[in-house]
């Protein structure tokens, strides 16, 4: 079965540096991963996805993530830090081969601090 | 383009009664899923249609829950009875098809709260 962990419930970052927003993820087979950001009474807002090719994946907001095989893991990265950031992020995954929808992980509220 | 639909927003309830929530995906997109979030978690998927026929409803409590897409556009989901347990956000969301790497695009939610 597919799951994913967001080791960190917490990220302080000072405005203007770089930001890390940690996954990691378990599958079976080829993994397609996604990152949303959810605000306070919204619904998840989609930010970028990984299916194959590159391991750089560049999405909205300045938001890059990096798929690494051999960790598997997929973590959130932004090089300048906005206070509008803040908000709670959720790694997804979905596996090929699998007809489930996507399996969250439990979030990660980011904290940019002016 | 408008985006994924949901209403009520915010529904209260007393346990035992019942409740449905509404959802008009965006327009073209031909699978729906439904969602619940727990305060604290991430969303667990309910149910997923693929137009009007259900994918997968493994995760589904077919004691108390349904969900229908009669005509393959508008979805209700239903809880009778609802207990407390069931305080949630119910979060619906679209694809254009069924693919592994689609995107999938939420609304806002309906925060239900049982008393």
């Known amino acids: 079965a597919q799951s994913v962990a967001q080791p960190e419930d917490q990220v302080n970052v000072a405005e203007g540096n770089p930001l890390t927003v940690k996954c990691t993820y378990s599958?079976?087979?080829?993994?397609?991963l996604f990152w949303y950001v959810q605000y306070p009474n919204r619904g998840l807002q989609f930010l970028l996805k990984?299916?194959?090719?590159?391991?750089l994946v560049k999405g909205s907001y300045g938001f890059e993530a990096e798929f690494n095989k051999s960790q598997t893991s997929f973590h959130l990265k932004k090089p300048s830090a906005l206070v509008s950031d803040s908000a709670l992020y959720f790694c997804?995954?979905?596996?090929?081969?699998?007809?489930?929808?996507?399996?969250f992980g439990k979030g990660t509220h980011l904290i940019i601090q002016p | 383009e408008a985006g994924v639909a949901q209403s009520p927003r915010y529904k209260i309830i007393e346990k035992r009664q019942s409740v449905a929530f509404w959802c008009n995906p965006i327009?073209?997109?031909?699978?729906l899923y439904w969602y619940q979030q727990i305060l604290g978690q991430g969303p667990k998927l309910l149910i997923q249609f693929q137009n009007n026929g259900v994918v997968d409803d493994s995760q589904l409590p077919k004691d108390r829950f349904s969900a229908e897409r009669l005509k393959g556009v508008d979805s209700t989901l239903k809880i009778q009875p609802a207990k407390l347990e069931d305080s949630a956000v119910y979060l619906c969301a679209s694809s254009e098809f069924l693919g592994l790497g689609d995107t999938q695009y939420f609304g806002p939610g309906t925060r239900l709260t049982v008393l």
């Open positions: 990984y299916i194959t090719g590159d391991n």
């Open positions: 599958v079976s087979g080829n993994p397609y």
């Open positions: 997804a995954v979905r596996e090929g081969g699998g007809a489930d929808g996507l399996t």
């Open positions: 327009s073209g997109h031909a699978t």
